[in-house]
């Protein structure tokens, strides 16, 4: 009961000593405390606010078990520790108590905070100028992405009267895009899905409704006429194409999928432009496949099928090595994430809420983790980034995007933030992470379709960070623009990493392992087992240093008139990690200006940058001479 007598009350009351802290109720000993405790409600700990007073759970806790105590306990530690005052209490009784809430929820109340470097991610979509406006987006119901993206090109699906075409434009002519600029349209039916060859940025595929895929060359200054002529054309399938894949390690290796429940595997490096026979085929799905993704050096095959499972495939041997099907968890997309082993569906629960489940890559027979988002009837898309370990989920028709961070151990998937807008996407392209602004703290980078405005909007992800320089500690080494190995070594049976490569400015060492990435540096010990290859390397080296000294003071004196020469009157366009600087017009408005300002402030940087890297590497080659001529001396 709540009620006591007042005999009871002044009993307690004067049993116990006053508190110093001059709040309403009695200082506990810890003892009296645990005598008076019942016995299931010792193990665990109340919910406690920052400041350390105790405060009542809320939300799915507060009617599990946490009432029960509220209206039966309470009363119980006011008789005993002579408590005047409900909830919550000062920090002397919280350090003293501890409840548990039931078997059922073994979870304590204490504040958990995460220290991560992504915590704070916000996304800032492009201000109109730097859209892509007047792009006539395709009407199709296809749930793909409709969008392609590289450092250099953008590729959308448009919308046209006969056979199917898409757009190809620079991604630095950014605002109105002419209505009747070139296109690619050689394809007798509507395009459904394009992909631009990650380690070619000027060859894109394209899948169609009339069962061919097809690969284009771009020009390198971008289109001035329609293409109508492929570089190859692939007929393979009996039925339309809805969704073509390049393998992420291997040079010209191309997966596709179509209508006719089948996974082909194309070799590009041939001779022939009409190739009409895959080297695989993959014939183990009973339905449509929705989507494929690969693990990190390509040597599985993740796919979603029309069927509710999902399927691991070694693409080399079409052999099925592991297969979910799950009641509780229809998966319409599913992904690799990167090396943790483990893979990434969205889909819908059995009551239609749309959801996403995490499963062990060993093991698809209990989804490790399935969490509900919302009700929506949209498809679900996934976005990982392997460096960052963080997951972007974007639903189409949707304006927001969920963001988490991805871990190997439990709770597995700890939610970030979310960004909202009021402009729904149909589709999302992706900026390879080689393409992103590393000045500015650029973690991922999507282009949205905006098809009720005709608008691709780019939306940057960015960690607020004080400094302008380079953030070392969230741009690890990251997959690059060269394959590891060709497709003739991949169908053989190798296989390996990604060529990674450093998003440092001025940086362009490539390695597929990271033990490979510096070469030894000369010992400053005495040789005494020089061998004549030894000393034929001192030679080169010598020899380059006094052929490379005139070359370098001459590449210095350029960059340092370059920097004194830079007035705001020049025009220029950015540079995004190795891309070439291409023509700009002249600043019309006060808002153009900031920006080209802001710009040169930036190149001058990235100058000072390459100057400065540039006199480390003489002084470097300068001591590894020396210390090879005192070695040489010595012996």
């Keep these: 009961t709540h009620t006591h007598t007042h005999t009871e009350r002044h009993r307690l009351r004067h049993s116990q000593p006053q508190s110093s802290q001059g709040c309403h109720c009695h200082a506990v000993q810890p003892q009296r405390v645990e005598e008076i405790l019942p016995s299931d409600h010792r193990s665990g700990s109340l919910r406690t606010d920052p400041l350390g007073c105790f405060s009542r759970p809320r939300g799915r806790l507060a009617t599990q078990g946490f ?82 993206v590289n450092p250099r090109f953008i590729a959308v699906i448009t919308e046209c009267a006969g056979g199917g075409a898409f757009l190809v434009v620079s991604l630095h002519h950014t605002g109105k895009v002419d209505p009747h600029h070139p296109r690619v349209c050689g394809h007798r039916g509507n395009v459904l899905d394009v992909k631009w060859n990650p380690f070619d940025d000027f060859s894109i595929a394209s899948c169609s409704e009339d069962s061919t895929v097809k690969i284009w060359d771009i020009p390198k200054h971008g289109m001035v006429k329609n293409i109508t002529v492929p570089k190859k054309d692939l007929q393979g399938h009996s039925r339309r194409v809805g969704l073509i894949e390049w393998h992420p390690t291997a040079r010209n290796v191309l997966f596709s999928t179509a209508y006719d429940y089948k996974i082909m595997i194309w070799n590009l490096d041939t001779p022939d432009a009409v190739i009409k026979n895959p080297v695989k085929t993959i014939g183990l799905h009973s339905d449509l496949v929705l989507s494929m993704s690969f693990n990190t050096d390509g040597s599985l095959l993740a796919t979603s099928c029309k069927d509710k499972k999902i399927r691991v495939i070694d693409p080399r041997t079409t052999t099925l090595l592991q297969e979910a099907n799950s009641k509780t968890h229809k998966a319409t997309k599913v992904l690799f994430l990167g090396n943790l082993k483990m893979l ?68 597995y998937v700890q939610f970030l933030a979310e960004y909202r807008s009021h402009l729904p996407q149909k589709g999302l392209g992706t900026m390879p992470k080689r393409g992103l602004d590393v000045c500015s703290c650029e973690v991922f ?93 001192v030679a080169i080296i010598q020899e380059r240093l006094e052929t490379k000294e005139p070359k370098e003071s001459k590449a210095l004196n350029d960059f340092k008139e370059r920097l004194e020469g830079i007035d705001l009157d020049k025009s220029r366009t950015g540079v995004s990690n190795g891309c070439e600087p291409q023509a700009c017009t002249p600043p019309k408005t006060e808002n153009e200006l900031l920006q080209m300002f802001y710009r040169q402030q930036d190149e001058i940087r990235r100058l000072r940058d390459l100057v400065s890297q540039r006199d480390v590497r003489i002084k470097q080659l300068e001591l590894e001479i020396k210390n090879v001529r005192n070695s040489q001396g010595a012996y």
């Design 67 to 148: 009432e029960s105590f509220a209206e039966n306990d309470w009363a119980l530690l006011k008789l005993g520790c002579g408590l005047d005052c409900r909830p919550p209490f000062p920090p002397s009784f919280s350090r003293l108590v501890s409840v548990h809430l039931g078997a059922e929820d073994r979870m304590t109340w204490r504040p958990q905070y995460r220290s991560s470097k992504f915590r704070h991610v916000f996304g800032k979509p492009s201000t109109k100028e730097n859209c892509y406006d007047g792009v006539p987006i395709t009407r199709s119901v296809h749930d793909n992405h409709f969008c392609a």
């Design 344 to 411: 990434l569906s969205t889909g819908t629960s059995r009551w239609n809420h749309r959801q996403m489940a995490l499963w062990d890559q060993d093991d698809l027979s209990v989804p490790l983790l399935e969490e509900d988002l919302d009700g929506s009837s949209g498809v679900l898309f996934p976005f990982y980034d392997p460096d960052t370990h963080m997951l972007y989920v974007a639903g189409k028709g949707d304006g927001n995007i969920r963001y988490y961070e991805i871990s190997s151990e439990k709770p």
């Design 445 to 537: 980078r999507f282009y949205k379709l905006v098809t009720i405005k005709s608008l691709i909007e780019p939306l940057s992800f960015i960690v607020p960070r004080r400094s302008e320089s380079y953030q070392e500690d969230i741009y690890p080494m990251t997959a690059g623009s060269e394959p590891a190995m060709t497709a003739d070594e991949w169908f053989r049976g190798v296989s390996r990493g990604p060529m990674l490569m450093s998003l440092k400015p001025g940086s362009k060492i490539s390695e597929s392992c990271p033990a490979l990435m510096a070469t030894a540096p000369l010992s400053s010990e005495p040789k005494r087992y020089q061998s004549r290859q030894g000393q034929q390397e």
